[in-house]
């Protein structure tokens, strides 16, 4: 046995792992397993805090494919979700029903109108929380919420992931930024539907030999006599989202002797077969010579050619869905029915491949199915103006749908995504009277949640724009703000470019919808072009036919109008502007918080671009230039800077890095550099102006930390005297390319011993040759180690190629500027020794 407890047969996959972390996506498949197992719910997830402890963010999910679950894949910590109380307060949150979920967690109800219950737990290890876990079940009149026991499983199941977290964190084997990772899908077994195996295979995960039946070989293309017995051939045929859950089975399979009831998919001909597994326990435990095996068998689901053969002979359409909602069969009536060609319905999602499928309605049907288990019937309106119903059937592998023509009048009120009642004839259903709910309000909460991490203005309008358009259905966008008694447009989408030049500046008593809205601080919809003229004649036509004018107001005070314009005439029924009157605060405050930032980070950056060189000196025999490259993430400004400062025959060159990303960093900055050039300009030799910087930031923070390396360059004999206090090394390009690491001895971090001292270390530097001075901003990556981060960038520094010195830093650079997310500010200073020629 390994020291993880399995044997070596029990990783046959080689590079096809699916993250950094093997063991840890395991656990993770192995947990979200047990837990949708001991507690009889038909799924679950996990969810691990990010590295920033910002947000809980979706790591594995077993029933319920990733991609179905939309803005919930990243919750921030503070919001008021099940998952995110359960990680804050430690405790479980057990939610029996739809009822008791509206009363805890209303935003959530509204976002999931499903009937559901939930269970939500943190994972934890100690004092160490890194996440937490929730399992969701069909609510019914026969189900009152999870047992005491099933309930107690499911927090053992929670603290056992938390352990096994926490081990492989200290083993240094959990992963950098754990809650980043991707998700790893599992699939749960379908326990119930009748199935016949139709191909066996048994693995003994002692000896890694593996035996499998003729009916497996020839299901996966092999001839019986060429099977090598090998695991890794089995693995390659797999669904690569399912390696996670076959190890997590091959683990528990020789833990304690069997697997929590699983399931995974395996590759045939282009098509997907399940495979169920399960664990055998040896016959004599006590016997070492008999081992635990992974036994499994691909399912089929008993139809054969003769039901497919009598499905396509049914008028009405048929067809199955996958676990992530992908067409994988649809009978002949079914294209008739649609329009559409089988080779455009399969391996998509139907309200991909069809566009008057897209509405939000529908898909939130095909949600409220997979959420509740429980099946749904629709209207559908296939353009210009025939109503179809449709009808879905879950399981836990997928969906059955069905989809026949409405032969009776349908009111002309009725919206697309209307429920048909179950008792309904599926050949001549009649709507239900009531009003339906609207498909877009599940994105209430994604649109919340996005206006929640949106920092700058730009990021609240693309938020608004990518939630707001789509959940209701429009096609413009513009949205202004109050600046000096006028509107100003801030954004726009689906407008002309320029279409709204004349709108630029309208003071608020202008008689238009926008300023009418904004000054009666109630929205105002207009259902037509007509009625807008009726009630603005002369107002330019923006193409639209109707139109949403919701006031933007935070704290009683207008910040701003949101527009939102319609290609088609559209009713606003009244849950519709209630919903979008409520948006209207939620962006308010949105982008009052958004445009108080944007006003810090401009003032905040001025300070430190001043607080750097405006322009380098231009020196004799020796070239220059510089770089500073702010972060790119929320309005952290850094301590990074450089200096280069004259002294007679010689030059002084120097980059530092002050700890932290806010303003007292930045002026932290601001002073050692004053201080170092005061030291230098006075004349100190280069380790007595570390040692006397040393002592200053001690005088000025003793909480702030700061490292940097300084060199003493003379020109005339090309000799450079450098020290470093806990900074990187500086590199070297030597005339003919080689690079090099100064790795010279250094003295520890400035600010964190008085009495601390910093050698000196000379070197000569050849005509030609570039010294390198940098921040650990430009070469950290979160995967990989200090080393190697600098070894990265001398074979950057010893390729990249230019005319000029600017050239060169820009392309040192080049990697940096394009990274969105980048957490750390750099500096760097590049210096070109290049004496004149004698004469």
């Not at 429980?374 to 592998?397: I, N, Y």
Request: with cysteine.
């Amino acid at each position: 046995m390994s020291a993880n407890g399995m044997g070596a047969a029990s990783y046959p996959f080689g590079a096809a792992s699916v993250s950094e972390s093997p063991e840890r996506d395991d656990a993770l498949a192995g947990a979200v397993t047990r837990a949708v197992e001991v507690t009889g719910a038909h799924a679950g997830s996990v969810f691990l805090v990010s590295s920033d402890g910002r947000s809980l963010v979706l790591t594995a999910a077993a029933g319920t494919p990733p991609s179905l679950l939309g803005g919930w894949r990243r919750i921030p910590v503070n919001s008021h979700i099940p998952v995110a109380e359960a990680f804050r307060s430690g405790r479980m949150v057990h939610l029996t029903d739809a009822d008791e979920t509206m009363r805890r967690f209303p935003q959530l109800a509204v976002a999931l109108p499903y009937a559901f219950g939930s269970a939500s737990v943190p994972v934890r290890a100690g004092k160490d929380s890194f996440g937490a876990m929730a399992v969701v079940w069909t609510a019914g009149r026969e189900r009152a919420g999870l047992s005491k026991t099933q309930r107690r499983l499911l927090r053992s199941a929670a603290d056992r992931l938390g352990a096994t977290l926490a081990e492989l964190r200290a083993r240094q084997a959990l992963g950098v930024g754990a809650g980043d990772a991707r998700t790893v899908p599992v699939v749960v077994p379908v326990l119930s539907a009748p199935v016949i195996r139709v191909g066996l295979f048994d693995w003994n995960l002692e000896t890694g030999a593996l035996t499998a039946d003729d009916e497996l070989c020839a299901i996966f293309g092999i001839a019986p006599r060429e099977f090598d017995g090998r695991a890794a051939t089995l693995a390659a045929r797999i669904d690569p989202a399912d390696l996670a859950g076959f190890r997590s089975a091959a683990r528990t399979a020789v833990e304690e002797g069997h697997v929590f009831a699983h399931c995974l998919r395996v590759r045939d001909d282009g098509a997907h077969r399940i495979v169920e597994l399960w664990g055998r326990v040896p016959e004599s435990p006590d016997d070492p010579r008999v081992s635990s095996h992974l036994v499994g068998a691909v399912l089929d689901s008993g139809t054969g050619m003769a039901a497919v053969a009598a499905i396509e002979r049914l008028s009405d359409g048929f067809f199955a869905l996958s676990p992530d909602g992908q067409v994988t069969y649809a009978n002949h009536s079914l294209e008739q029915l649609l329009r559409v060609r089988h080779d455009e319905l399969l391996g998509r999602r139907l309200w991909d491949a069809l566009p008057w499928l897209a509405d939000p309605a529908y898909e939130d049907r095909y949600r409220a199915a997979v959420v509740s288990q429980q099946p749904v019937s629709f209207l559908v309106r296939r353009p210009p103006d025939e109503w179809l119903v449709f009808s879905l059937h879950p399981g836990a592998q997928g969906m059955t749908g069905w989809a026949a023509p409405v032969r009776q009048p349908v009111p002309a009120e009725t919206g697309p995504g209307t429920p048909v009642a179950a008792e309904d004839s599926p050949v001549s259903p009649s709507p239900l009277p009531a009003r339906p709910r609207l498909g877009a309000l599940y994105r209430v909460l994604q649109l919340g949640s996005a206006l929640t991490e949106a920092v700058t203005v730009h990021e609240v309008c693309d938020a608004v724009a990518e939630q707001l358009l789509p959940a209701f259905g429009g096609q413009k966008l513009a949205i202004s703000v109050v600046e000096e008694q006028g509107l100003h447009l801030l954004a726009q989408r689906g407008h002309p470019e320029g279409s709204l030049t004349w709108f630029e500046g309208t003071p608020l008593h202008a008689r238009l919808p926008m300023t009418d809205a904004l000054t009666s601080g109630a929205p105002l919809f207009v259902e037509s072009r007509q009625k807008l003229l009726e009630t603005y004649p002369g107002l330019p036509a923006d193409g639209a036919a109707a139109w949403a004018f919701l006031p933007l107001i935070a704290s009683d005070r207008p910040v701003g109008v949101c527009v939102l314009g319609f290609d088609d005439a559209h009713r606003f029924p009244d849950e519709e502007r209630g919903v979008l009157t409520a948006l209207g605060g939620l962006i308010a405050q949105a982008l009052e918080r958004a445009r108080l930032y944007d006003a810090e980070f401009a003032l905040a950056r001025g300070l430190q671009t001043a607080l750097l060189p405006q322009r380098l000196p231009t020196l004799p025999d020796i070239r220059v230039t510089g770089r500073y490259l702010p972060g790119t993430r929320g309005m952290d400004i850094g301590g990074d800077w450089y200096d280069v400062i004259p002294t007679g025959e010689e030059v002084a060159l120097i980059v530092g890095d002050v700890e932290g990303h806010n303003v007292a960093a930045a002026a932290t900055m601001g002073q050692l550099r004053s201080a170092v050039r005061a030291f230098v300009t006075a004349g100190h030799e280069p380790g007595d102006v570390i040692v006397s910087t040393n002592r200053l930031l001690l005088d000025l923070d003793p909480e702030l930390l700061a490292s940097c390396c300084y060199v003493r360059f003379h020109p005339g004999s090309g000799i450079a005297r450098m020290v470093r206090a806990g900074h990187c090394p500086p590199l070297l390009r030597l005339p003919d390319g080689r690079t090099e690491v100064l790795d010279f001895p250094g003295g520890p971090l400035l600010g964190v011993e008085g009495t601390s001292d910093y050698p000196e270390a000379e070197l000569r530097l050849p005509p030609g040759a570039v010294l390198a001075l940098y921040t650990d901003g430009l070469i950290e990556r979160r995967e990989a180690d200090i080393g190697s981060d600098i070894d990265r960038l001398r074979a950057s520094l010893a390729h990249t190629s230019g005319d000029s010195l600017e050239d060169l830093a820009d392309g040192l650079l080049r990697e940096a500027r394009q990274s969105p997310d980048r957490a750390d500010d750099i500096a760097l200073l590049l210096t070109e020794y290049a004496p004149s020629p004698a004469l």
